[in-house]
C-alpha cells in the first residue's frame, strides 16, 4: 500500500514538472478558407471543416455572407471556430447588406472577429485617397454597434487595390472610428504589394506602432522582393507573396516570434494560401507541420 503511494505521488510530480515546461497556448492558429475552397474531393463545407479540424488548425475563416449559413451549420456541428468574418463593404452601396446585422447576433458568445474588407465597387473612391473616409467611419461604428451586443471584434482588412488597402490608412480609420472593439488587422501579402522593398526594413517598428489596435494577423510564405511590374492576378505578385509557409526570403518565423513573444500580441494568426499552387490537402498538412515547428521554436526561447 505504501508503495503505491509513492508511486502515486510520483505520476503527480511528474505531471506537475511536465506541465509546468510544455508552453502555453499563447494564440490560435487557424487557415483562410482560400487553403480548400475549390478542391476537387474537400468539396462540402462539412468535409472542408472536419478536414481541417482533424489535422490540428484551430479555427478556419468565414468567408463572405454568400457562404455565412453553409459554414456556420458546418462549424457548429464540429464544434469548431470561425476564426474571422470576411464581409464585403461597398462604399457605392447605400447602406451595410442586410444580412451583416442577423449573422453577427448569429455569432454572438463566439471567438469570430468581423473583418470587412472595403471597396468602391464603382471607383468613385480611389484606393486610400481619404475621400470616403466619412462613410466608413460611420458604417465600422454601425459594425461596432452590432458587434458589442455580440461580444465580437471587429477589424478593418487592408487589400490591396480595395479602398482601405494601406496599413497607415486602417490605423488612420480606426482612431477616428474610436471603439474599444474595433481594430485592425496585419496582412503580410497585401503590406508587401502596398509597400515598397527600401520602406518594409523596419515593420518591426511598424508592428509596434499598430500593437494598440492589433487583433489578427495573416501570413504566408513571402520572397521580399518588389511588386513593381508584376499584375495582381493569380499569376502575378501572388506568386512572389503568397508562397507555402516556410519558404521564400521573407522571414516569416521572424514576424511571428515578434509579434508574439516581444508584443505580447494574443490574438489569432492565419495563413494565407490563395491561388497557392499543388494540392490543398497537402498544402494544409505542410502548413500545419510548420505552425507546429514554429511553435516548437516559440517554446524553447
Not at 241 to 264: C, H, K, M, N, W
Not at 274 to 281: L, Q, T, V
Request: glycine content about 8%; proline content about 4%.
Amino acid at each position: 500500500m505504501k508503495k503505491l503511494l509513492i508511486f502515486g505521488w510520483l505520476v503527480i510530480l511528474a505531471g506537475t514538472v511536465l506541465a509546468q515546461r510544455l508552453p502555453k497556448k499563447q494564440n490560435d492558429f487557424f487557415v483562410l478558407h482560400n487553403a480548400i475552397r475549390g478542391d476537387s474531393t474537400y468539396k462540402t463545407f462539412d468535409q472542408q471543416v472536419q478536414l481541417i479540424k482533424s489535422l490540428g488548425f484551430d479555427g478556419v475563416e468565414i468567408n463572405q455572407l454568400d457562404s455565412f449559413d453553409g459554414m456556420k451549420a458546418a462549424l457548429d456541428k464540429h464544434q469548431f471556430t470561425g476564426s474571422y468574418f470576411y464581409i464585403k463593404m461597398d462604399l457605392d452601396d447605400p447602406q451595410l447588406d442586410s444580412r451583416i446585422e442577423p449573422a453577427i447576433r448569429a455569432l454572438r458568445g463566439s471567438k469570430t472577429i468581423i473583418a470587412p474588407f472595403i471597396v468602391s465597387g464603382k471607383k468613385r473612391f480611389a484606393p486610400s485617397s481619404g475621400g470616403a473616409d466619412t462613410i466608413v467611419v460611420r458604417r465600422m461604428r454601425q459594425l461596432a454597434d452590432w458587434s458589442k451586443q455580440a461580444n465580437l471584434q471587429v477589424v478593418i482588412y487592408p487589400h490591396v487595390d480595395f479602398y482601405v488597402e494601406r496599413i497607415d490608412h486602417a490605423l488612420r480609420l480606426v482612431k477616428q472610428i474610436d471603439r474599444p472593439n474595433v481594430g485592425l488587422t496585419f496582412n503580410l501579402c497585401h503590406w508587401l504589394a502596398t509597400t515598397p522593398k527600401a520602406e518594409r526594413a523596419d515593420w518591426k517598428g511598424l508592428l509596434t506602432t499598430l500593437k494598440p489596435h492589433l487583433k489578427m494577423i495573416t501570413i504566408s510564405g513571402a520572397n521580399n522582393v518588389d511588386a513593381a511590374g508584376m499584375n495582381n492576378g493569380p499569376g502575378g505578385i501572388w506568386n512572389q507573396y503568397i508562397l507555402p509557409l516556410g519558404t521564400g526570403s521573407f522571414d516569416t518565423y521572424e514576424l511571428v516570434r515578434f509579434a508574439v513573444q516581444d508584443l505580447g500580441f494574443r490574438g489569432p494568426i492565419g495563413v494565407q494560401c490563395f491561388a497557392m499552387k499543388g494540392d490543398k490537402p497537402t498544402n494544409l498538412r505542410n502548413t500545419i507541420a510548420v505552425l507546429r515547428e514554429y511553435q516548437a521554436r516559440l517554446a524553447k526561447r
